[in-house]
């Protein structure tokens, strides 16, 4: 799951992917003239999933650029697709299609003395699509082509990565060999599952008649859902529109055939529906967030011999304003830290996720494999009521007759908080101004109605606070962190910093992040925009959130 630089990729794909190649036939013992004893043949190994949404394709990348959230769709589409390399719940990169990843150890991530830079992939050479037509360099290509097409949004949703690139080449069928205009850190990992909207080759020998004569009826090719072909571990069976599809082993997978013969796909959107189809053995897994915990503790205790794996997949935050906050004495960091010093966050994860994640320091997920490099520049923030008065104080903060602070020209402070209609959302906010007034500043949520629902400028002009989740990755750090990316009416409320924080020198840092390639100094670099993001307390994290 990435995290991804990552998404929210269920385990259980993972482990697919991992465990992909089945046993070999018995073999006769060493020295022994007897043959195997006759075994008798197990039938079909099936399993029935569920996601709870009823998708009109495969693809989540199309879905989201179509404004439609893929969940489940994500791991349906890891299913049926592969990418020359793919990334593990803890972050950590493996070869799918091509034979390595490239780095700069292994020499096929090469950094030129001008800036550019060469990345090269060697494709396996029993790479195919699931059509029986072989994987070939040429796929990559057109892929790319796709990605700079501006009329086609959906695979534009990594120009940053995509269109860094000047050129591809083709030494050979086998061979890819990237020619990159400016530094990207992700380089190796740009061609496969490594966000919530994956971009994985399309098969050039399929799309690319229909691409140049009708790209208006791009998306809606059958390809894309009923006649899905793609390069992965299961090819698609059956597809029943809003009902079920079905995938099969795929005899031929590059990494060898999987053990799962078959995956029933069903389409239940309501939680309550998946629980009663769970517990009457009608569903064996569930992809996507469909689940909370409750329900699944029910799961758990009521059918023998089940499992509930924990992805961690983001962090509930809430997000100070910085521009024109109000009350205005959100913009003294004092202020900031008093008020996180006076949250209860292990409360939170005790009552909310039962005990079972822990507080969220920082935007990073203490499970990915470079955590440990970090957390030496974090400033945590324990739950302190004595310092957070302390800290009240010195902003000459005093307290009424009701006992709540009053600002520092006695007019009373009030802390709105806004989120969606959410559950785990609502309830996080309820605790937040729970532990607020317990400290002395009172503070109360507002749900943001349907209807501006996707009206920008209020979005991201709350007052004090709002409560989202952000997830668990930093590919991004330049659209959420740097200033020139705070919403503002210049560019229509449009920029991805939610909090509108600015900072020249955080601003510095993340650049310098998203060029540095040799990892121990983009490490040491993520560690410092981390200790400016913690020491500012440019968000609140309260918990890392969980999906069973």
């Not at 090269?120 to 700079?148: C, M, V, Y």
Request: hydrophobic share 40%; charged share 20%.
């Amino acid at each position: 799951m990435r995290r991804s630089p990552h998404g929210e990729l269920v385990l259980l794909v993972f482990t697919l992917l991992l465990a992909a190649c089945a046993p070999g036939a018995p073999q006769v013992r060493q020295g022994s003239s007897q043959p195997p004893a006759e075994q008798k043949r197990p039938g079909p190994k099936r399993i029935i999933a569920a996601i709870p949404s009823n998708p009109s394709t495969l693809s989540a990348t199309i879905l989201v650029a179509n404004n439609v959230t893929p969940n489940g769709v994500e791991a349906v589409d890891a299913m049926v697709s592969a990418g020359l390399q793919f990334i593990d719940n803890r972050g950590v990169a493996h070869p799918q299609l091509a034979q390595e990843v490239p780095s700069t150890d292994n020499g096929l991530w090469k950094l030129l003395p001008d800036g550019r830079m060469e990345t090269s992939w060697k494709i396996r050479p029993n790479a195919e699509w699931h059509d029986g037509t072989p994987f070939t360099a040429a796929d990559i290509q057109f892929t790319w082509q796709l990605t700079q097409d501006r009329e086609l949004v959906a695979f534009r949703h990594m120009a940053a990565a995509y269109d860094a690139i000047e050129r591809i080449d083709a030494p050979d069928p086998q061979t890819v060999v990237i020619f990159w205009k400016r530094p990207f850190i992700y380089a190796n990992l740009a061609w496969g599952f490594y966000s919530a909207r994956p971009l994985y080759p399309a098969p050039k020998h399929l799309l690319e008649k229909p691409y140049l004569e009708n790209k208006e009826g791009f998306y809606d090719l059958p390809h894309w859902s009923s006649e899905y072909v793609g390069t992965g571990p299961f090819k698609l069976k059956e597809w029943v529109t809003g009902s079920h599809l079905a995938v099969t082993a795929n005899d031929r997978y590059v990494l060898g055939r999987p053990k799962l013969d078959e995956i029933k796909v069903r389409f239940i959107a309501d939680p309550s529906t998946l629980t009663a189809n769970f517990l009457a053995g009608a569903v064996n897994v569930n992809l996507g967030t469909s689940l909370s915990l409750d329900p699944a503790r029910v799961i758990l205790e009521r059918i023998p011999g089940s499992k509930m794996d924990l992805a961690p997949t983001g962090v509930m935050t809430a997000y100070p304003q910085f521009m024109n906050p109000d009350p205005p004495i959100l913009s003294d960091v004092r202020f900031r830290r008093g008020l996180i010093h006076a949250l209860n966050r292990q409360e939170m994860v005790d009552t909310l996720m039962q005990g079972l994640s822990s507080v969220g320091h920082t935007f990073i997920n203490p499970g990915e494999a470079d955590y440990k490099d970090i957390e030496s520049f974090i400033v945590k923030y324990d739950y302190d009521p004595r310092r957070a008065e302390q800290l009240f104080q010195e902003l000459g903060l005093r307290k009424g007759v009701d006992g709540m602070y009053l600002g520092p020209t006695g007019q009373p402070i009030f802390l709105e908080i806004r989120t969606d209609r959410t559950e785990l959302r609502q309830k996080t906010v309820l605790a937040q101004a729970d532990s607020w007034k317990r400290a002395g500043i009172d503070a109360g949520s507002t749900l943001i109605p349907p209807q501006r629902e996707r009206d920008a400028e209020y979005l991201t002009t709350y007052p004090a606070f709002e409560m989202s989740r952000r997830g668990n990755y930093r590919w991004s750090l330049d659209r959420v962190l740097l200033s020139n990316e705070a919403p503002t009416p210049e560019n229509r409320y449009s920029g991805g910093n939610r909090g509108r924080y600015q900072n020249t020198e955080l601003d510095r840092l993340v650049e310098r992040h998203d060029t540095a390639i040799p990892y121990a100094e983009r490490t040491q670099t993520l560690g410092q925009i981390v200790n400016i993001v913690s020491s500012d307390v440019v968000l609140m994290g309260m918990f890392y959130d969980i999906d069973p």
